[in-house]
Structures are given as structure tokens and as C-alpha cells.
């Protein structure tokens, strides 16, 4: 009789077990599906705040670059009036970088508006890269590495440049190479 009384308390046994292996499985798959909804709702807030940060950068960028026309038309120069170009010898200095030596390599261009000789006076040329080269040591590559940094080099070089020299009259500086070693 002990034996009877065994059977019926391991069947109530194995269908106690029955409901709490399934009643985990469905704990484990609504937690599963809980985290499955959260990373989706957060890629998705992710890709909408990533589209409309594009979208107003783009915005911003249309009217800087319409607003900046005529200003940076005026700082670079009339390259509507070059009617030649004089490639200056690369320039190679060192730049002002505190903590490390650092080079740069750069080689340019001078678009001028009349040349009525057929090859640029030499004395021209030395006068025109000795006030780049005032220029061009006072700068760290940090400066001179960002867009915003080469376009800001080559506006002082222009300054630079038309005051050193009255004719022919600097139009454009054209940066043909451009080279930091770090």
C-alpha cells in the first residue's frame, strides 16, 4: 500500500512541475519580446532624431553657403579678373606647433589680373612669398588641418601677398598641394 500512495503524490508532482516550466516559458518569451520592443523603439527614436539633425545641418549649411557668397567672394578675390597664373616654388616650413615639430609642404599658385611681361620679376616673386611665409610659420597644424583653417590661411596669404606687391595686381591664391607631416 505504501507504493499506491506514492503513485498519486508523484503525479500530482509532475503536474505541479508542468505549469511552472510553462508558466516560465512564457515569462522568458514576454521578457524577451519587452526587450525586443525597447531596442526597437529606441532605433527607431534614434534614426528620427538622426534624419532631422541631417536635415537641419543641411538647412544651416544652404544658408550659410548663400549668405557667405558675396563675403567669401570678396575675401578670396575676383578670380573673374586672373588673366594668368605664376606657380610659386613649394613652400616648406615648419609650423608653429608647440609640443611637436610639424612640416608643411604647399605649393601655390598667384592669379594675377595683367602680366605684361612674359616671365614674373623675380623680385616680384621673392617679395610675394616672403609675405606668405610671415604667414604660413605663424600657424599650428591645428589651424591649418580644418577647412575653415586652410580657407582662413589662404585669405591672409591673399592679404598678405596684394600688400606686398602693387602690379600686376593679385586676383587669387590657388592652393595646388597641400602637404602636413605629422
Do not use: C
Request: charged share 25%.
Amino acid at each position: 500500500m505504501p507504493d499506491e500512495e506514492n503513485v498519486p503524490n508523484q503525479e500530482a508532482a509532475a503536474t505541479e512541475q508542468a505549469p511552472k516550466k510553462k508558466g516560465l516559458l512564457k515569462r522568458l518569451v514576454l521578457v524577451f519580446l519587452t526587450i525586443m520592443i525597447a531596442a526597437g523603439g529606441a532605433g527607431g527614436f534614434y534614426y528620427w532624431r538622426h534624419r532631422a539633425a541631417v536635415r537641419t545641418q543641411a538647412a544651416a549649411e544652404a544658408t550659410d553657403h548663400k549668405a557667405g557668397a558675396s563675403q567669401k567672394h570678396a575675401a578670396q578675390g575676383d578670380e573673374t579678373d586672373v588673366k594668368e597664373v605664376i606657380e610659386l616654388q613649394p613652400f616648406i616650413v615648419n609650423l608653429a606647433d608647440r609640443n611637436e615639430t610639424r612640416y608643411l609642404r604647399m605649393t601655390i599658385s598667384l592669379g594675377v589680373s595683367d602680366n605684361n611681361e612674359a616671365k614674373a620679376d623675380p623680385i616680384y616673386t621673392t617679395r610675394v612669398r616672403n609675405a606668405i611665409l610671415a604667414v604660413i610659420t605663424t600657424k599650428s597644424s591645428d589651424q591649418v588641418l580644418t577647412v575653415e583653417g586652410k580657407s582662413e590661411l589662404r585669405k591672409e596669404m591673399l592679404n598678405a601677398a596684394r600688400a606686398a606687391v602693387d602690379k600686376p595686381e593679385i586676383q587669387a591664391i590657388y592652393i595646388t598641394d597641400f602637404i602636413v607631416q605629422m
